[in-house]
């Protein structure tokens, strides 16, 4: 894995800008990561992918990650300060599960995701991740979520649905990212629930268009390109900026 700077961290910005969180941080691991394939990345259990997207963060803005949260009993606004690599040692994929003969449950990736996003409400988009992480060893089980469900109770009570909502819980809990915070105002300790995909792009989104400003204001006052500017360090386009704006 890489980082995603100067000109990546345009191409960045061109593959989030419009695109659903889950979407656009597949594609951020795809440029980051070149010499794995895209269907590889995206069939990654999410403990991994998240780790993954963590270590990216790292890489691109340091291991410090900051941000805000919303009270859930008074409503102030909390600041946070987490370690990503701390974070991403602490995601560990399990195996996975046999449910009964022949049948197994694996943990959820990236893909299933992006299959339940057009479900009409959670219970479907529940069953929709349900259906796609059961399967026969020997193959891969092309039948829709509906029938699927509506198949389980009769082989077995281990299938019924609390029972399979159940061990998905325990399979993809791992890939949860959860921070105890202390709100200073109401003194309550609440949960935050990390959505590192939904927060790594936004970031991401951040840095281009801070970019893209620096790019706008050094190629007006020079004349240079920007694929000339994206192409220098950081700390030199800095460096820039301040004798302009001397």
């Known amino acids: 894995m890489h980082t995603l700077d100067g000109e990546q961290m345009l191409m960045a910005w061109e ?97 299933d995701l992006l299959a339940s996003l057009d479900a009409g409400d959670e219970e479907q988009a529940r069953s929709i991740l349900l259906a796609r992480t059961l399967g026969f060893e020997e193959r891969e089980d092309e039948r829709g979520a509906d029938e699927w469900l509506e198949s389980l109770p009769a082989l077995s009570p281990e299938t019924e649905p609390a029972a399979l909502l159940e061990r998905f819980e325990r399979l993809n809990g791992p890939a949860e990212i959860r921070v105890e915070l202390q709100c200073a105002a109401c003194r309550s300790r609440p949960l935050l629930d990390l959505d590192i995909a939904r927060f790594l792009v936004r970031v991401t989104l951040g840095a281009a ?38």
Not at 84 to 98: D, I, M, Q, S, T
Request: hydrophobic share 45%.
């Open 15 to 111: 593959c989030c800008r419009e695109r659903p969180a889950q979407e656009a941080a597949l594609a951020l691991l795809a440029l980051a990561c070149p010499q794995q394939p895209r269907e590889e990345l995206a069939s990654l259990p999410l403990a991994r992918r998240n780790a993954l997207l963590l270590e990216l963060c790292a890489k691109m803005l340091g291991r410090r990650m900051e941000g805000f949260a919303v009270c859930p009993e008074c409503g102030a606004q909390l600041e946070f300060v987490l370690d990503a690599r701390e974070l991403a040692n602490g995601l560990h994929a399990p195996p996975a599960e046999a449910v009964r003969v022949g049948l197994t449950m694996r943990p959820a990736n990236t893909r």
């Open 209 to 246: 268009r801070r970019l893209m400003a620096e790019i706008h204001e050094l190629a007006k006052a020079y004349g240079w390109s920007e694929r000339s500017i994206a192409a220098m360090s950081g700390a030199r386009r800095a460096a820039y900026l301040e004798m302009l704006n001397a």
